[in-house]
């Protein structure tokens, strides 16, 4: 019986995030909204997990309180419980202080054995919050996991995890309880069951605000405040793009591909 | 009538086609590429004596006045994505090519209405009326088809089901007669009255009647938001069967498609893209759509509901566009799939929505009957279900037989529910007989002496529907 913490985000509904252009902040007013796309495959990971070793899975998301919207489809998704972190003085919050404040609330929980998250978000793609949070409750992490291997129940329970890590994939064993975040590889996400939204609407979120997680810190970690990121501005990224177009018989064409790939050291 | 024979063009023809079009733009002998011999379905093939690629309709015109003069045939290709044969030049001569009449001449916001010419590809249109918030409902899966290609076979597609086949939308044509004649038949306005509807006769003629130039196509405001349902069921029977019970819903889908699941297998094989959830046997995929999202959460609802009380294992949600695209990606993608398995053959029978199962089903019975794999997925919504016939391993002579056989008792079949030989691929070459058998001598006779009327040298797609 595992217990698994999967860390949610609500991000922008649309993949091209607009910027407004006289504030230089993302645009979020009247966005629709949804989880955070590797967030959906670390709660479908968590779902192949307890299926096979039996278990419960929260999820964990901090945000206004809409995003009971993202714990009600976890829910339908196969999630447990859910706990939402909402409260004004937790807006505006960095990695660090995201992470921090995650890590109040996770410590708040009696027992867990692995938490998962997503490699990074689509909004901020900083992929540090996982990493940071695991720091904070001073357990291993694992990230750009790419694939789930096995839990071990010896003297004491360890995971196999095969990493990706860009040009090699790393088989990690590490004790648990541990943090792992999620790359697209780890799981094929299923879709929200409507059986299972419907037996949601009755089931409760955990609402828990600054009061909850304050314990002995005080407000300094929290929100803007405890975040020593300062945004200079927001740009989108220039994307780049070449093009080039070569015209001729197609065994020249081909001749004239096989070299270029060569040259660019692809083959 | 005539037949008109294949008949070789000589050089001085030629000659006078390409000072009719520039000598670019006709291509004869080996210069042919292959697909203009044939379709996507049909494995036989028949090369034309020239391609022709008019740019505009005065061309066209002096094409077909020349071809009228020498009596040689005429078959419009578009983008020869068709399924039965159509625009295939059966007897030689020309395959009038309408690759660059591919012009949208203009779009209307006030009669929301576009204009364009018949090479303009589906899947271009589309993109660009969607741009100006306007929408072109019909959605064949073939998206590389040409505007021309859908009104010459008047088809339907996915979201049949709400919104009708090309024919509901199409106002007006410019048409080239047989003998180079220019006619405008119907336009802009949004009702007629005025006599015989010849703009719907031209619907759905494939090339027999005339050629056509110009179309006035009606469009309608794009829905803010669609999702989807995908609906696992514990077998085909009672997946099918929740389709009228959906439709009576009081909620109207988008669309409404049933598949196996071993359609799915073959699509992960073949794709090697994994499909969002498997393991029952059968499925039903519905898209919706609206303009708020409370009107389409409660719409999504209702169906639920319905497909829960019709044996449904449960109902998957498809809100985001990831969702929604992973579905339909997968769905546009089943005849591919199941092509890369086998050649195949394939029904397009329509019967009514009351009947649609007990034909699939029937159809589904003859696999073991006949030892023919036997793959169905398709419209469920309008009772058009696709069924497909995998040749597999067979030799030429035990496929032909086979095919012959089972094809034979699925038209009689779908007749004997009340339904239609093609629902929306078009009779063409392939489904001749089968047209023949259901519709009876008078009914052929009115079409012939149509066709009579139009084209009386029989010059016009010859070999074709009738």
Known sequence: MLNVIVCLKQVPGTNEVEIDPQLGTLKRENAATKINLYDLYALEAAVNITDQYGGR?????????????????????????????????????DTLATAFTLAQAIRRRE????????????????????PALAEFLGIPHVAYVHKVLGIQHGTEKTITVQADMGDA???????MPCLLTCTKEVSRPGLPSYLRLKAARERDITVWTYDDLKQETGPAYFGLDGSPTRVQKVFPPSKEQAHERWEGPPAALARRLYARLQEMKRI | MTTPQASQLD???????????GPDAVKTGDEIAPEYAR????????????????????????????????????TVRGAGTGL?????????????????LNRILEIDRECMTATVEPGVLLLDFQKEVEKLGLFYPPDPGEKSATLGGNVSTNAGGMRAVKYGVTRDYVRGLEVVLADGEIVQLGGKPAKNSSGYNL????????????????????LVPLPALRMSLLAPFPALATAIAAVPAILNSGVTPTALEFFQDKVLHAFEESMGKPFPHTGAPAYLLIMLDGNSQT????????????????????????????RHSALWEARGSFLQAVKAMSEIDEVDVVTPISRIAEFIMFCDSLAEEYGVRIYSFGHAGDGNGHVYLLRDAMDDATWRQRQDEVMRIIYQKGAELGGAVSGEHGIGRAKRVYLHEQVGETYMRLLRQIKQVFDPLGILNPGKII
């Open chain 1, 57 to 93: 899975i929260t999820v964990i998301s901090m945000g206004p309180p809409q995003a009971k919207k993202a714990i009600l489809e976890a829910y339908a998704l196969g999630a447990h419980h859910g706990i939402l972190l909402s409260d004004r003085r937790f807006a505006g919050a």
């Open chain 1, 111 to 130: 027992s867990y054995d692995l938490i998962l998250t997503g490699m990074q978000t689509s909004d901020g793609d900083t992929a540090q919050v996982g």
């Open chain 1, 169 to 175: 994939l790393d088989t990690l064993q590490t004790q």
């Open chain 2, 11 to 21: 050089a001085a023809q030629i000659q006078a086609l390409m000072a009719i079009v």
């Open chain 2, 39 to 74: 379709d996507e379905l049909v494995s036989t093939s028949s090369y034309p004596d020239a391609v022709v690629e008019p740019a505009n309709t005065a061309q066209v015109r002096a094409i077909m006045r020349f071809a009228h003069t020498h009596r040689i045939p005429v």
């Open chain 2, 84 to 100: 039965c044969g159509g625009s295939v030049p059966v007897h030689g001569g020309i395959v009038l090519s309408t690759t660059r």
């Open chain 2, 199 to 218: 703009v719907q006769l031209l619907v759905g003629s494939e090339g027999t009647l005339g050629v056509i130039t110009k179309i006035i196509l009606r």
């Open chain 2, 295 to 322: 009107e389409l959460d409660a719409a999504y609802a209702a169906v639920a509901e319905v497909c829960l009380r019709q044996q449904a294992l449960d109902v998957l949600i498809a809100d985001t566009s990831e």
